[in-house]
C-alpha cells in the first residue's frame, strides 16, 4: 500500500511570516486547550460528579468566564520568590515546562494540510519532547528551597521515567501496523485503511491496539502526574509537591502546561488509535475544514476518559506506582509488541 | 611496641571501612508535617525524620490548640459548662455533652425521663452519623480520592440539618439540661430522620462501592498501620480504633449503663486486621448500625415530659464521679469532683483522641510518608478533641 504524500501548506508568504504565524497558532492553541479542558473537566464535570453545580455566575452562562478571570487575577499577583530559592532556576523552571508543552502541539495534525511540521519521526519526536517537562519539575522542586517540593520532584522525576517506556512500547504496535513514524502517515493509514475489505469506517488503530489505547492512557495519566499517579503533587500530603512555593503567573505557567499537555496527549491519543482528523472518503479543502472539529470531539472523548479517572480513583503510592509500571505495563505492551508482530507477519 | 602486620592490617581495613561507611551516611531529613498542613484537620504537627521517604522516627507536638477546659469548668456553673464541652470534639459536640450531664444527674440523684433519655440517644447516634459519615470521605480524600469528601460533606449536612431542627444549633447544640432537655422535638421531625436515614443508607452503600471497594483504596490502605490488639489497649487506644483491632469493647454495652441502649437490638462490630482498611469499614458497619438504632429508638420513642423536677438554681451535693462513655471518636470521660457549689471543683476530661494520637510515635516507625497520611486519617482525631 502506498502512503499519500501529505501537501504542504501553500501559502506564498516569507518563511519568517509563517514561522511566526505558526508561533502563534501554537501559543494560542495552548492555553485555550488547557482553558476547555479545565471549564468542561475541572470546573464543570467535577462539581456535578459531586453533587454540586460548581461555579454559576462569572461571565452569566454556567460561569464559563471564572478560568479566564482566575487567569487575569494570577497575572496581576505579587511574583514571589522565596528567599533561599536559587533564583534564576526557579525562575525558569514553569517556563521549561511549558516550553515542552509547546513543542508537544508542534507535530499534533488538525487536517490535512493543518500541521505545524510534519515530521517523519514525528510519534518518536512527541514522547522525547513531553518528557523534557522533567526537567522543569526537577529544576523546580530543587529550586523552591522547600522539603516538601523536593520531595514531589523527585517523586516526579522516577514516575515519569518509569512511564515513558510504557508510553514508547504502547505506541509501537501503531507503529508497526502503519509502518511509518508521522502522525500525518498514521491518520492517512487509518483514514484509507478497510475492516475486513470494508472501507466504509476506515480503518482506527484501536480495533486492533486496544491493550496499546489502555496502557497509552494509563502512562500518560502518570505523564500527566493525574490521579490515581499524582503522588508529586499529592494534595493531603505533599500540599502541592513541587509548585506549592510558586504563585502567580508562575503558578499559572504550570497549571496551563498541565491542561495543556493533557489536551496534547489527548490529541496524540486520538491521533494514533482514533483515527485523529481523518473522516472516510472526505478529502482535501473539507477534511481540512472539518479536520479540527473532528479531532476536537475525539480529544474530548479520550480527556473525559482521563479525567473520569482522575475525579473517581484514590492515589496509589511510590512504591506501588513503580511495581505497576515495571511489572505490568512493561510484560503487557511487550507481550503487544510481539503480538502486533504476529499480526502483521501473518495478515 | 610493634604491632603485629596483620593485625594492623585488619585495623587498617576496618578504619577504612568505617571511614567509607559515615562517608555513605546519608543525613537524615526532619519534616514538620504541620501545624499548617491538610492532612492534620487543625493544628496537630507531626516532627518526621526521613530516610528518604521512610520515616525513621516521628514525634506528635500537640497544644496549639489547648483552651484550658478543665480549669475553666472550675470557674462556671453547671448549666453554663455544657457551652465548653460543646466544643471538645466539635463534629459531635452533642455526644460530648451526654457523659458530663450524665455525671452531674448522678451526682445530683436525679434521672432524666425516659423520652428525654430516649431523644438524647437518638441525638448521640445522630451525632455518630455525623461524624463517622464525614469521616468515610475524608479518609478517601487523604488517600487520594477527591470525589467522596464531597459526598461526606453531603450526608452530614443532611444529619446536621436534623439536628439543627431539633436543638437549633448545627455544631453545637448546648441542648442538654441537668434532668433532661430544653424542648421537645418539633413537628414532622421523626418523619424527616427517617427519611434521612434511608438516604445515608444508601449513601453508605455507595461508600462500600466507591471506596472499599475499589483496589488503589485496598492497596494503600490494608497493613498500613496495624495496631496489634495489646498494644493498642496499652496506649489507650479505644472506640473504632480499638475494634479494628479486633477487641470487642463498646462501652455502650459493656460499660456502665448510661442512656437506652440496654432496649434496643444492635450490635458491635470488630474486624480482625487492625490495620487503616480496618478502621475505615468498622466505621463504615458502624454508621450502619447506628441508623438501625435510630429507627429503632423512632419507632419505640415513649411519650411523656422532657424535663425531671429539678431545683431552679442547681448545687450539686458533694461527691465525686467518673463517667466514661462510647463517643464517635472512642472513650470519653468526666472526673468530676463536687464541693457543693454550683460549679464542679475540679473536673478531669478523658478525651478519645488524646490517647488515640499517643500511639503515633509506635505507629509511624519504618513507614512511607504517604502511609503517614492514611495513619492520620485512619484514625480519626479531632484537635480540639486532643488538646481541649
Not at chain 2, 41 to 67: C, F, N, Q, W
Not at chain 2, 131 to 138: D, M, Q, S, Y
Not at chain 2, 364 to 369: A, E
Not at chain 2, 372 to 382: C, E, P, R, V
Amino acid at each position: 500500500m502506498t502512503l499519500p504524500v501529505p501537501v504542504p501548506l501553500a501559502i506564498d508568504a516569507p518563511w519568517g511570516l509563517i514561522v511566526a504565524i505558526k508561533t502563534l497558532v501554537v501559543l494560542s492553541v495552548i492555553p485555550a486547550g488547557a482553558l476547555i479542558l479545565g471549564y468542561v473537566f475541572l470546573l464543570k464535570m467535577m462539581s456535578h460528579m459531586q453533587s454540586r453545580l460548581g461555579p454559576m455566575d462569572p461571565g452569566g452562562f454556567h460561569g464559563w468566564f471564572q478560568l479566564i478571570g482566575d487567569g487575569i487575577k494570577f497575572i496581576q499577583k505579587e511574583d514571589i520568590i522565596p528567599a533561599e530559592a536559587d533564583r534564576r532556576v526557579f525562575m525558569a523552571a514553569p517556563v521549561v515546562v511549558l516550553i515542552s508543552t509547546f513543542l508537544l502541539y508542534i507535530v499534533v495534525p488538525a487536517g490535512p494540510r493543518l500541521v505545524v511540521a510534519d515530521l517523519d519521526v514525528g510519534v518518536f519526536y512527541a514522547l522525547a519532547v513531553s518528557s523534557l517537562s522533567v526537567i522543569g519539575v526537577l529544576m523546580a522542586g530543587w529550586a523552591s528551597a522547600n522539603k516538601y517540593a523536593l520531595l514531589g520532584a523527585l517523586r516526579a522525576a522516577a514516575q515519569l521515567i518509569a512511564y515513558e517506556l510504557p508510553l514508547v512500547l504502547a505506541v509501537v504496535g501503531v507503529v508497526i501496523q502503519a509502518g511509518t513514524m508521522s502522525l500525518q502517515g498514521i491518520v492517512h493509514f487509518q483514514q484509507d485503511g478497510s475492516l475486513f475489505g470494508w472501507n466504509g469506517l476506515g480503518f482506527p488503530l484501536i480495533l486492533t491496539q486496544f491493550f496499546g489505547f489502555v496502557i497509552f492512557l494509563i502512562a500518560a495519566q502518570a505523564e500527566l502526574t493525574q490521579t490515581p499517579f499524582d503522588m508529586p503533587v499529592a494534595e493531603s500530603e505533599l500540599v502541592a509537591g513541587y509548585m506549592v512555593e510558586y504563585t502567580g503567573f508562575r503558578f499559572l505557567f504550570f497549571f496551563m502546561g498541565e491542561f495543556g499537555t493533557a489536551f496534547a496527549f489527548a490529541g496524540i491519543a486520538a491521533t494514533l488509535f482514533l483515527g485523529g482528523w481523518s473522516i472516510p472518503h472526505v478529502h482535501g479543502t473539507l477534511a481540512d475544514v472539518l479536520g479540527p472539529i473532528v479531532l476536537f470531539t475525539k480529544v474530548m472523548i479520550v480527556s473525559f476518559l482521563i479525567f473520569w479517572a482522575r475525579f473517581t480513583y484514590p492515589r496509589f503510592r511510590e512504591d506501588q506506582l513503580q511495581a505497576i509500571a515495571w511489572k505490568y505495563l512493561i510484560p503487557l505492551s511487550l507481550a503487544n509488541i510481539l503480538a502486533t508482530g504476529i499480526f502483521k507477519v501473518v495478515f | 611496641m610493634t604491632l603485629d602486620f596483620r593485625a594492623e592490617a585488619l585495623i587498617q581495613k576496618h578504619l577504612a571501612d568505617a571511614r567509607i561507611n559515615i562517608e555513605l551516611e546519608t543525613e537524615g531529613m526532619v519534616l514538620n508535617l504541620g501545624p499548617q498542613h491538610p492532612a492534620t484537620h487543625g493544628t496537630l504537627r507531626v516532627v518526621v525524620k526521613l530516610d528518604g521517604e521512610r520515616v525513621v522516627s516521628a514525634d506528635p507536638v500537640i497544644g496549639y490548640m489547648h483552651r484550658g477546659y478543665e480549669k475553666l469548668t472550675e470557674f462556671r456553673t453547671y448549666p453554663q459548662i455544657t457551652t465548653l464541652i460543646n466544643r471538645i470534639d466539635w463534629l459531635s459536640s452533642f455526644a460530648n455533652e451526654v457523659p458530663f450531664i450524665h455525671g452531674a444527674e448522678l451526682l445530683m440523684g436525679v434521672e432524666a425521663p425516659p423520652r428525654a433519655e430516649y431523644i438524647r440517644t437518638i441525638l448521640t447516634e445522630l451525632s455518630r452519623i455525623a461524624t463517622f459519615v464525614l469521616f468515610l470521605g475524608e479518609m478517601a480524600l487523604q488517600v487520594g480520592a477527591i470525589t467522596p469528601a464531597f459526598y461526606g460533606f453531603r450526608d452530614r449536612e443532611h444529619v446536621l440539618n436534623l439536628i439543627e431542627a431539633a436543638t437549633g444549633g448545627r455544631f453545637h447544640p448546648n441542648f442538654n439540661r441537668i434532668g433532661g432537655l430544653k424542648v421537645d422535638l418539633p413537628q414532622g421531625w421523626i418523619d424527616e430522620t427517617r427519611r434521612v436515614m434511608k438516604k445515608i443508607f444508601d449513601s453508605v452503600d455507595d461508600f462500600e462501592g466507591l471506596v472499599v471497594g475499589n483496589e488503589i483504596f485496598a492497596v494503600r490502605t490494608r497493613g498500613v498501620g496495624v495496631i496489634p490488639a495489646g498494644v493498642g489497649a496499652a496506649y489507650g487506644v479505644s472506640g473504632s480504633n480499638l475494634r479494628a483491632s479486633g477487641v470487642d469493647w463498646d462501652l455502650r454495652r459493656d460499660g456502665p449503663e448510661y442512656l437506652v441502649y440496654k432496649d434496643l437490638d444492635w450490635r458491635v462490630w470488630t474486624h480482625s486486621d487492625g490495620d487503616s482498611f480496618a478502621r475505615y469499614w468498622v466505621r463504615m458497619q458502624e454508621t450502619r448500625e447506628s441508623c438501625r438504632m435510630v429507627l429503632q429508638m423512632l419507632d419505640g420513642l415513649p411519650a411523656g415530659p422532657i424535663m425531671a423536677k429539678v431545683p431552679r438554681i442547681i448545687k450539686v451535693p458533694e461527691g465525686e464521679v467518673w463517667v466514661n462513655t462510647e463517643n464517635p471518636l472512642g472513650e470519653m470521660g468526666y472526673y468530676l469532683i463536687s464541693k457543693g457549689a454550683t460549679g464542679p471543683f475540679r473536673t478531669k476530661i478523658r478525651s478519645a483522641s488524646f490517647s488515640n494520637v499517643s500511639i503515633l510515635p509506635w505507629l509511624l516507625k519504618g513507614v512511607y510518608v504517604p502511609d503517614i497520611i492514611t495513619i492520620l486519617a485512619s484514625l480519626y482525631f479531632i484537635l480540639g478533641d486532643i488538646d481541649r
